[in-house]
């Protein structure tokens, strides 16, 4: 029923940007964000931001993402500039349904080279 469809992800160099897409369907998500994973680290909150459209970002990250929904599309985006070596991660799409619970996507990888 619920179903978080990512894209964007890919290969860039040090100091690019990337965008990234994810398209919800089948709840109302009071919430939507990303976080992300590296090889051998647990999973970190990257930015979240709710149905008010007040957004919360990881210190890491903070000035670099922006992170944006459109509600109208069911959507959020994150867009990544400057990016850094240390960014490279597996970055998953989150969202909150008040009635259904927690959600995350499939994951999509970002790796930034030097």
């Known amino acids: 029923q619920v179903q978080l469809v990512e894209s964007g992800g890919g290969l860039v160099q040090a100091g690019g940007s990337l965008r990234l897409s994810c398209a919800a369907s089948?709840?109302?998500?009071?919430?939507m964000g990303w976080h992300r994973q590296a090889p051998g680290k647990q999973r970190e909150l990257v930015a979240i931001i709710p149905s008010s459209g007040t957004t919360s970002y990881a210190d890491s990250v903070k000035g670099r993402f922006t992170i944006s929904r459109d509600n109208a599309k069911n959507t959020v985006y994150l867009q990544m500039n400057s990016l850094k070596p240390e960014d490279t991660a597996v970055y998953y799409c989150?969202?909150?349904?008040?009635?259904?619970?927690?959600?995350w996507g499939q994951g999509t990888q970002v790796t930034v080279s030097s």
């Open positions: 989150y969202a909150v349904s008040r009635s259904l619970g927690h959600y």
């Open positions: 089948g709840s109302i998500f009071i919430i």
